[in-house]
């Protein structure tokens, strides 16, 4: 007997509750358009949730002589002159109105005594521009915007599982999926999609992701769908990600704990930053620690596990206990360890997705009519590295774009789009899964895809190791064929699990193609065969099944914020 299959309508269909999904629901449903959000876990605990340190806007609260000019600029000299020039633009112009509109949904930001909002340094800003909600933004972020879309009466789904969007001669009409809890099928036809569903980090071994979220879920929906790829290779790893235990593996420590005097060691005992920037030590950047670190361990002065030392010890009880409480409670509960007296283990973790689908600056319209693509899944704003608090105002700023595009698509369609065939091909493509009863487990196969792109295309790449990371892609796609499905009375997570490792293979073909062109290091992208800047490499590589990698030109830098761009020190500053 066939499941259930729930047939929904709606105008707008988005897809992911994480922030950005959850302010472009917001949008449409303040404009009166009929939306729908469903999202594959709950909409409280989604991934935007772990967002600590903060989220940017040149208020000029703290710092008045700070303007959106001069974040763009910083937003273009972090990212090593690819980020888009017209989306750093979009960004950083609308960037106090989505702080304002987080406010009008209630989120309780710090303040200073005169009551305006208070903000600090975050990483390599000229200013002070990082708006905060203690160590917890993330998480008052996602609170604030859930109880406004609760308020809105906006409708949320928070255990489907989309598996294939809708699409019918190039544009998209709706999506497929299931429950995640009792298998049911749910066929939304909807006249604009709007993609919000994270990045790819969790392909790598060590993330600093939630557990089962970023699994290249977006990448693979779109490029199906008919929409490119763009700079996949670009991928920020955080110098300090733990170890242990297993399924938490890459959860962060925070780079406070470097701030607040802890030292790095390796097996042998040495404090090897000495090597690596005598002059900074463990306040270097992000990058140069990751680098660092990685290789020590490379090099075999790693721990037998496979990292480093992050050793607070030395510290005073008290100031660990008042100034790294997060930290501390984390190690506790993770490992029960105390880090007043041992040192903890870490190693590089794969944190952010500074590549995703190609979009247009605009409005984040793709390839697809009617198909619009937001937060982590997109690309644009980074370049090839992130300016922390970065992400989360892009969610505010696009997803309010977002949805008012998405609304206008809607209204301008003069008839709503079907196609039966894609529908039957997006069901079969599940009956198809769960009959397969191969012998092949799929967290085995994931485990492996995961140890693969950590070899081949971790902290430092080349050539041989890209080709053949490509190789295990390729061995890992046909064992894809030997594996079994099997949903129990739990519910359906072994399907998810399938769907979630389709998209990794998607995803890690695309990273590691795109790799393999980017012959040069330049930011997050340290290739051993090219350790010099490439200036004709200045331009985003665009990917599709198809026709493999491209190259794109970007605009030029206006002027007026070019003028402004210069290197900033992010010593001292905190850059989760
Ligand atoms: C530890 C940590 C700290 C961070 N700190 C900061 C910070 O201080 N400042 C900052 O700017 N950024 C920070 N970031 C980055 C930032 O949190 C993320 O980039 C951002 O929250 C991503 O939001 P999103 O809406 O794009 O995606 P997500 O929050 O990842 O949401 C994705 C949604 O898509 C859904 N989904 C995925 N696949 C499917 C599918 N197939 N079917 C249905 N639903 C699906 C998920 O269930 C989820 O609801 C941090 C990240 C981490 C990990």
Redesign the pocket.
């Known amino acids: 007997m066939h499941p259930r299959e729930h047939r929904l309508a709606t105008s707008v269909l988005v897809?992911?509750?994480?922030?950005?999904?959850l302010r472009a629901a917001i949008e449409l449903a303040e404009a009166g358009v009929a939306v729908l959000a469903?999202?594959?876990?709950p909409?409280a605990d989604?991934?935007?949730a772990?967002?600590?340190?903060?989220?940017n806007a040149a208020l000029a609260t703290t710092d008045p002589a700070d303007t959106w000019q001069q974040h763009a600029a910083d937003t273009l000299q972090e990212s090593y002159l690819l980020a888009d020039p017209r989306t750093v633009q979009v960004v950083t112009q609308n960037a106090a109105r989505g702080i304002h509109d987080l406010e009008r949904y209630g989120m309780r930001f710090a303040r200073q005594s005169d009551g305006k909002i208070a903000q600090r340094y975050f990483g390599a800003h000229t200013f002070r521009r990082t708006a905060f909600a203690g160590d917890y933004?993330?998480l008052e972020l996602q609170r604030a915007l859930i109880e406004h879309a609760t308020r809105l009466s906006v409708p949320v789904l928070s255990t489907?599982?989309?598996t294939q969007l809708l699409v019918d001669d190039g544009a998209v009409f709706g999506a497929y999926?299931f429950d995640l809890v009792d298998g049911s099928r749910y066929l939304v036809h909807a006249d604009a999609v709007i993609l919000?569903?994270?990045g790819h980090t969790r392909i790598w071994r060590r993330t600093?992701?939630r557990r089962d979220?970023?699994t290249g879920?977006?990448f693979r929906?779109a490029v199906e769908a008919g929409a490119r790829l763009r700079d996949a290779e670009l991928v920020q790893f955080h110098p300090s990600g733990l170890l242990e235990p297993e399924n938490a593996a890459g959860t962060?420590v925070s780079e406070a704990a470097r701030g607040e005097g802890g030292v790095l060691l390796n097996n042998l005992g040495e404090r090897f930053m000495a090597r690596y920037d005598p002059a900074r030590m463990e306040l270097s950047t992000r990058d140069r620690v990751a680098l660092a670190s990685y290789t020590e361990i490379k090099e075999g002065r790693g721990t037998p596990d496979g990292g480093v030392w992050l050793d607070l010890s030395h510290l005073p009880r008290e100031t660990i206990l008042t100034r790294l409480p997060r930290v501390y409670q984390t190690l506790l509960e993770l490992q029960m360890r105390d880090i007043t007296r041992d040192p903890i283990e870490v190693a590089p973790t794969a944190?952010?997705s500074m590549g995703g689908v190609w979009v247009r600056p605009e409005d984040h319209s793709t390839d697809v009519s009617g198909l619009y693509v937001?937060?982590?899944?997109a690309s644009g704003l980074h370049g090839a590295n992130r300016l922390?608090?970065?992400?989360?105002?892009e969610?505010l700023v696009y997803g309010r774009l977002t949805g008012q595009a998405a609304a206008a698509y809607s209204a301008g369609l003069g008839a709503q789009r079907r196609s039966a065939d894609a529908v039957a091909r997006a069901r079969t493509s599940i009956d198809t899964l769960l009959a397969a009863d191969g012998t092949l487990n799929v967290r085995a196969l994931q485990r492996r895809l995961r140890d693969l792109m950590t070899e081949h295309a971790g902290v430092v790449r080349d050539e041989a190791g890209l080709d053949a990371g490509l190789d295990g892609v390729a061995s890992l796609e046909d064992q894809m064929t030997y594996i079994g499905v099997h949903p129990d009375i739990a519910g359906f997570q072994d399907l998810a699990h399938v769907?979630d490792l389709k998209s990794a293979l998607l995803a890690a073909r695309a990273t590691l193609e795109c790799a393999v062109e980017r012959r040069e290091t330049r930011g997050c992208h340290n290739r051993a065969d090219y350790p010099d800047l490439d200036p004709n490499l200045q331009v985003n590589l665009v990917w599709c099944p198809g026709s493999g990698v491209t190259r794109e030109a970007l605009p030029p830098i206006p002027t007026d914020v070019a003028a402004l761009m210069h290197d900033v020190s992010a010593e001292g500053k905190l850059v989760?």
């Open positions: 897809v992911g509750t994480g922030g950005s999904g469903v999202g594959k876990r909409t989604a991934h935007t772990l967002a600590a340190g903060g989220i933004t993330g489907v599982y989309v999926g919000a569903a994270g600093s992701s979220e970023n879920d977006s929906l962060l944190h952010y937001i937060g982590e899944a922390g608090g970065n992400s989360l105002i969610l769907f989760e």
